[in-house]
């Protein structure tokens, strides 16, 4: 049988604290910092309605595209990299020319669509260096 001191527990317990908390204040600061700039959600917003509105509506509810907003599109794209989300985008819309919209614009599109989903802003905006995060509202 062993015997577990009460001061070795009592280590234990601490250790085990203290990296609770450390991990526990990991994920609010990935929070507090956001997901993409309010000015690129802005910018966002004009490009969709120019380049995307026709068909996905100036609200994201859909019509000949499908919703990019609501349950629909988060039952699809959440927990997933934001990589595959861009991806698709970039390679498949606008349907009409695929490929077409220039990266930074893609991006800020991108945003528009988060922020639309409740995804919020923060201070760096939504690019390559946030690719392989996953799509979780915090």
Partial sequence: MMIICPATRFTKFTAAAALACVAGSIVPAAAADGWFTQAQ??????LFN?????????????AVGPALVGQSFLATWANKPLSDLYTFEHTKMPAVNPGS??????????????????????TSAL???A????????
């Fill in 41 to 46: 959600a802005t910018r966002g917003h004009q």
């Fill in 50 to 62: 120019t380049l995307c509105a026709q068909c996905h509506r100036p609200d994201l509810t859909g």
């Fill in 101 to 122: 919209v220039p990266a930074d614009q893609m991006w800020a599109i991108t945003a528009y669509i988060l922020q639309k989903n409740g995804f919020t802003a923060g």
């Fill in 127 to 129: 690019g390559d260096t």
């Fill in 131 to 138: 690719a392989s995060r996953l799509l979780a509202r915090q």
